[in-house]
């Protein structure tokens, strides 16, 4: 069983930087072919796709998040990391991460097996 752990929520004012990191049970990260994603769920809103990044390194991007957030990746500490620059008040939301062993790392949610139990980001202005 894999378990997905995110941590570095708060609360920030605009303009503001977080990093979010996802740690993960057992060595799941540095398998072949496993990518990674984070989304987001506001109150409200459905879970949107935040970002994603293959095995290999290849990233998507939503276009609100594009040159603001970078997802990273630590295989070797099991551990995948969201850095949040540029904050603004539409960012706040919970903050999931995910992972699935297809290296699919897009924006379709059913495509990803595990899931961390979220983090709360909130963005005042």
């Known amino acids: 069983q894999v378990h997905l752990v995110e941590s570095g929520g708060g609360s920030v004012q605009a303009g503001g930087s977080l990093r979010l990191s996802c740690a993960a049970s057992?060595?799941?990260?540095?398998?072949?072919?496993?990518?990674v994603g984070w989304y987001r769920q506001a109150p409200g809103k459905q879970r949107e796709a935040v970002a994603g990044?293959?095995?290999?390194?290849?990233?998507n991007y939503a276009d609100s998040v594009k040159g603001r957030f970078t997802i990273s990746r630590d295989n070797a500490k099991n551990t995948v990391y969201l850095q949040m620059n540029s904050l603004k008040p539409e960012d706040t939301a919970v903050y999931y991460c995910a992972a699935n062993p297809s290296d699919y790392y897009g924006s379709r949610p059913n495509m990803y097996n595990y899931w961390g139990q979220g983090t709360q980001v909130t963005v005042s202005s």
């Open positions: 990044m293959s095995s290999r390194g290849s990233t």
């Open positions: 057992g060595s799941i990260f540095s398998s072949i072919a496993v990518a």
